[in-house]
């Protein structure tokens, strides 16, 4: 038999447009969005939602879910992390492939078992960590036979991830060509590599190292060198975890002289500051390290206003997590800290109570700052990112008037710490719906390992519409070349 929920009587909220309105679902899509929806069955699940928000599920663009990485694996894995993204209102997300020894179709092969355990949809980005003709050619499998449309550069991990700028302009041009979005993770890796020598030298190894061997500078260099290779081929560029003032404003200057740049801050850039990596415990400390770092308070206020005067685009979490023990292998050197923060669980509640409660921004702008946008730039949207009639039955109710408390006690993540630790703030997720079945209700999860579906996204980014053509663009200022006589005598 059908699958039906019938939502009563909520507030219900896409990007563009809010009103009072039931949703009817069957079998994990939405049939029907209107007033006083009536069904004769008697095997309709009826969730009354009057007073509360029914929003489009969060849709994260960022996360690393059982990502081998700085010699461990992170602790949630598809069925963890998830469980604690649907417990939190979150029911899609994007994860980053990273390549076996780099082979793209080595590391998707092994992406493609490890999301075996999803109880949620997801999608993949594709890293892109060396260049030759092989992963040129496989990039171009990825986007026409995998429904992967973004691939991810380093600028930073030298020695492991980074590429140089010869290798960026090779992905850049390879993703034009093929009409997929180029991400880069922006901070100069050289100059990293050197201000983490210089931290050691003057004796300094403890997780405040981190922050002080990567300053803002240098996320602000490798943002602005990015965004201008981008512009120097002529293709949309997208900036993950935009931690800085001086990154965002590069995202900025770019965006106002008209050229297609994407920034995605992440909710811990968002809401925390860096004095937590000068705690003298160490695994309190050590739990704030991940690249780009936590800046000083400043920073995350004014990627606030940017969000909501739309500098910024999107938010997500680059939830990748490490357990205590495992954030202790850099116990004496902050350098073999593995990098890591989580957030996918708690970024719906902290961008509600931070931004929406606050006053910063409108309950359609929080639906299109979690959900919409992402879907739209990822080539989802409509059938993530909407509560229209034929997208897929994502759906959370918020309930204003309750409230959230985050604590590694009570959260579903397997993490052993929590880098929002004691948070609390109004604007509860007390319903989440994925895949047209509730998940979480009553403060319980009912997941089931392997119900989640692989989304493909094919090739096409609204980004790219008329770019050849569009005001600004360098290439479009070339002018004929002179003509020269040879001189006769
Ligand atoms: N930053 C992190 O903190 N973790 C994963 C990769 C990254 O760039
Ligand atoms: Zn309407
Ligand atoms: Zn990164
Ligand atoms: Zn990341």
């Known amino acids: 038999s059908l699958r039906k929920i019938l939502i009563k009587g909520g507030t219900v909220v896409n990007a563009h447009h809010q009103e009072v309105a039931d949703v009817y679902v069957e079998d994990g899509i939405i049939v029907a969005v209107k007033p006083n929806i009536r069904v004769g069955d008697d095997d309709v699940t009826v969730i009354d939602a009057t007073g509360k928000f029914v929003m489009p599920g969060g849709v994260d663009p960022h996360t690393h879910l059982a990502m081998d990485f700085m010699g461990t694996r ?90 140089s700028d010869e290798l960026l302009l090779d992905g850049l041009k390879k993703c034009k060509s093929l009409g997929a979005l180029a991400m880069v993770h922006a901070e100069n890796g050289d100059a990293v590599f050197e201000g983490q020598k210089r931290m050691i030298e003057l004796g300094i190894t403890g997780p405040e190292g981190h922050a002080l061997s990567r300053p803002p500078l240098l996320e602000g260099e490798g943002t602005a060198r990015a965004i201008r290779l981008a512009g120097f081929v002529n293709t949309p560029l997208y900036i993950v975890h935009v931690m800085s003032i001086d990154a ?15 920034g995605e801050p992440v909710v811990s850039g968002l809401v925390l500051d860096d004095s937590g990596l000068w705690d003298p415990d160490f695994v309190t400390a050590a739990k704030f390290v991940m690249s780009p770092p936590i800046r000083a308070s400043g920073h995350g206020k004014a990627l606030q206003a940017a969000l909501s005067a739309g500098v910024l685009q999107l938010v997500g979490t680059d939830h990748c997590v490490f357990n205590s023990t495992q954030k202790a292998m850099g116990i004496d050197d902050f350098r073999k800290i593995p990098n890591g923060v989580n957030g996918i669980e708690e970024r719906m509640h902290l961008v509600w109570d931070t931004l929406v409660e606050s006053g910063q921004i409108s309950v359609t702008d929080y639906v299109r700052l979690t959900s919409t946008e992402c879907a739209r730039i990822f080539n989802m949207y409509p059938r993530k990112g909407a509560i229209l009639v034929g997208s897929d039955a994502d759906i959370i109710i918020l309930n204003p008037n309750s409230s959230f408390e985050i604590s590694a006690s009570s959260h579903h993540s397997r993490l052993d710490t929590n880098v929002f630790e004691g948070r609390r703030g109004k604007g509860k997720v007390e319903v989440t719906i994925a895949g047209g079945r509730i998940v979480w209700e009553n403060d319980k999860l009912k997941v089931v390992p392997g119900s989640g579906k692989y989304i493909e996204r094919p090739p096409y980014n609204y980004l790219f519409d008329g770019i050849d053509k569009a005001e600004g663009n360098y290439l479009n200022s070339l002018r004929a070349p002179v003509k020269r006589y040879k001189a006769t005598t």
């Not at 060396?130 to 429904?147: C, F, L, Q, S």
């Not at 965002?248 to 994407?262: C, D, F, L, S, Y």
């Open 248 to 262: 965002m404003e590069e995202i900025a200057r770019a965006r106002k002289a008209g050229q297609r740049v994407v």
């Open 74 to 163: 992170t602790i949630d894995d598809f069925f963890s992390g998830q469980a604690a993204a649907l417990a939190g209102g979150t029911t899609m997300h994007i994860d980053f492939v990273i390549p076996v020894n780099g082979s793209l179709s080595a590391g998707y092969e092994a992406y493609v078992e490890k999301a075996k355990l999803s109880c949620m949809d997801y999608g993949f980005h594709m890293a892109v960590t060396k260049w030759d003709e092989i992963v040129a050619r496989e990039m171009e499998i990825m986007v026409k036979e995998k429904g992967i449309n973004s691939f991810k550069f380093f600028l930073a991990y030298k020695g492991a991830l980074m590429i």
